[in-house]
């Protein structure tokens, strides 16, 4: 993509950084934000967690291809904002739980260097 082009001449980001292959995990991210499990295990959460899967899965077979990732992006705002709305309290955007993703990140990199 035009930026990860930009990021390597620009000298910002070391190029063989730029060539590690990443996969999107939102769909397991956004399910693991509900107060109480259960509320993720019903029809109406299940639907949209299969949704935002749908275009995750598609974007990591293509991580290049922009129209997957602008529908990802749709997609994850879309399900992110039916969520808020719906269970209000119940549901944590990971954006808005910081301390959290900091933790999740450096596991998942724990994870991937050992």
Do not use: C, H
Not at 36 to 46: A, E, H, V, W
């Amino acid at each position: 993509m035009e930026l990860k082009g930009q990021l390597a001449k620009g000298g910002i980001i070391p190029e063989e950084n730029l060539n590690i292959k990443r996969l999107v995990n939102t769909s397991e991210l956004f399910q693991k934000q509900f107060k109480f499990p259960s509320i993720s295990k019903n029809q109406y959460t299940q639907d949209k967690l299969d949704e935002l899967e749908i275009a995750e899965k598609n974007l990591n077979n293509n991580p290049d291809n922009e129209k997957l990732l602008e529908k990802f992006i749709t997609v994850t705002n879309n399900v992110k904002k039916e969520f808020k709305q719906k269970f209000e309290n119940n549901w944590t955007d990971p954006a808005d739980d910081s301390v959290q993703n900091s933790t999740n990140v450096q596991e998942e990199v724990d994870e991937i260097e050992s």
